[in-house]
DNA sequence: CTCCTTGCAAACTATTTGCACATGT
DNA sequence: ACATGTGCAAATAGTTTGCAAGGAG
C-alpha cells in the first residue's frame, strides 16, 4: 500500500485492461496530496480540480473513484452526512472509526487497534484478505442524556456545541478547497 | 429496550409532544414481529403493508422509521446495497457485523462480542450512551484472491458464488414481503 | 486502428418537503 | 381547539447511464 507513482498506477490499470489518463492520473496525485485524515466527496473533489483549471466532469469523478477503491487503491467511507467520502487507502495506522449521537449527529472521530485486529481474525477466519475496517458507534451525547433523553427532549432540539462545530469545519472545508 | 407495547410507545411519544397514530403502532407492530434477523427498508415496508390492505404512505413510512430511529426505537442499519434498512433496536445479543468483498459486493454476516466492548469503552470515555454499533470490513474474497487480485482480474468479474446467493436473497425478500 | 474513456445531458433512486386536509390530545 | 400527523405530488440530492467524440495502447 506504499504510494502510488503514476508509473505503478499505469501497471496495475493496464493489468486489468483499462487505461491510464490524465483525469486518473490528476485523481490520484490530488489524494496522494491531502493532509493526513482528510477525505474529499465526488463533488469536493470536483471543485477542488475546478478551481486549479485542472476541471473532470463530475461523471469522470463518479467513475474514477468508484474505480480506484475497486482496485483497493482508494477507501470509501460512508459518514453521516449521507454521501461517500474518499480518501488513500492506507490502511494502518491512519484509519479510524466514528461515534455519531443519533439525536444530534454530532459525530467523534476515534482510533483503535484492537477493532482492527478483529477484523483481522474474521478476514482470516473466511479466508479474506483485509483492505479497510469501520466501525460505527450510534449512541446518545452527554447533552441530549443531560436534557433527559429518551423522553423529556424537544423534537427540534440539537446539541449546541454541534452547530459551532458544524460552522467550524465548514469554514475548514472552504479554505481546503482553495 | 424490552418490547414496546402501545401503550409504552404512546407515553415516550407524548413526553416528546408526538403523538401515537395508527401509522406508527402498525409500524412498530410489524418490526415486534419480524423474524429475529431481518430488516426491512423503507419500501419494504411500504410493500409489506399494502400487501395487508394497510397501506401507509411512503413519506409516512420515512417519517416514522426516521422519528422512531432517532428515539432509539429502531436500529438503521447501513447496508451495501445503497439504500438504509431499520429493525427493532434490541442491542445486545442480536446485532452483527458485516464483512464486504470490494471485488464483488459478496456479504458475510458475523457477530463478535468484543467490538461491542470496545464501543462500550469508547462510549464510556466520552460519557455518550451506547445504542447500537456496526462494524463494517472492507476485504477481497477467496475467490477474487484466486483470480489473482489486485491485478489480473477483469473489468467485469464477479465471483460465481454471488448471482447465485443474491438471487436466493431476492426469492426470500419477495416471499417475505407476501 | 481498436476499444476504452470522457463530457454532456438526461435518467434514476432513495429520500425529503410543501401544502391542504385529517386527527390525536 | 389546536398543534401535530398524513397523503399526495413535486422537489431534491447524490449518483448513474447513453451516446457521440476523443485518446491510450
Same mark, same amino acid.
Given at each position: 500500500? @506504499?504510494?502510488y507513482?503514476a508509473? @505503478?498506477?499505469?501497471?496495475?490499470l493496464?493489468? /486489468?485492461g483499462w /487505461?491510464l489518463?490524465p483525469?486518473?492520473?490528476?485523481i490520484l496525485h490530488?489524494f ?5 485524515g482528510n477525505?474529499l @466527496? ?15 466532469s ?7 473513484v468508484k474505480?480506484m477503491a475497486?482496485m483497493?487503491?482508494?477507501?470509501e467511507l460512508e459518514?453521516?452526512?449521507?454521501h461517500? #467520502?474518499?480518501?488513500?487507502?492506507? %490502511?494502518y %495506522?491512519? #484509519? #479510524?472509526h ?8 454530532k ?5 483503535n487497534? @484492537?477493532?482492527?485486529k478483529q477484523?483481522l481474525?474474521?478476514t482470516?477466519?473466511e479466508?479474506?484478505?483485509?483492505i ?9 451525547? %452527554? ?5 433527559? &433523553? %429518551?423522553?423529556?427532549?424537544p423534537?427540534? &432540539?440539537?446539541?449546541?456545541r454541534?452547530l459551532?462545530?458544524r ?5 475548514l472545508?472552504?479554505?481546503e478547497a482553495?
Open positions: 500500500m @506504499s504510494p507513482t508509473a @505503478s498506477l499505469k501497471a496495475e493496464n493489468s /486489468r /487505461r489518463t483525469q486518473r492520473e490528476k490530488v496522494q496530496n491531502l493532509p493526513r477525505h @466527496s465526488a463533488e469536493e473533489l470536483y471543485n477542488l480540480l475546478d478551481g486549479r483549471d485542472e476541471a473532470i463530475l461523471s469522470t469523478i463518479y467513475r474514477s474505480l475497486r483497493g487503491i482508494l477507501r459518514l453521516a452526512e449521507g461517500k #467520502h474518499y480518501e488513500l487507502n492506507q %490502511p %495506522p491512519h #484509519h #479510524h466514528h461515534m455519531v449521537c443519533i439525536q444530534c449527529n459525530t467523534i472521530e476515534f482510533k487497534d @484492537s477493532i482492527l477484523s481474525k474474521q482470516e477466519k479466508g479474506f484478505q483485509l479497510d475496517c469501520q466501525l460505527t458507534v450510534m449512541a446518545i451525547c %452527554p447533552e441530549a442524556l443531560r436534557m433527559g &433523553w %429518551p423522553s423529556a427532549l423534537s427540534n &432540539w440539537s446539541c449546541t454541534v459551532s462545530e460552522m467550524q469545519q465548514e469554514h472545508d472552504n479554505e482553495n
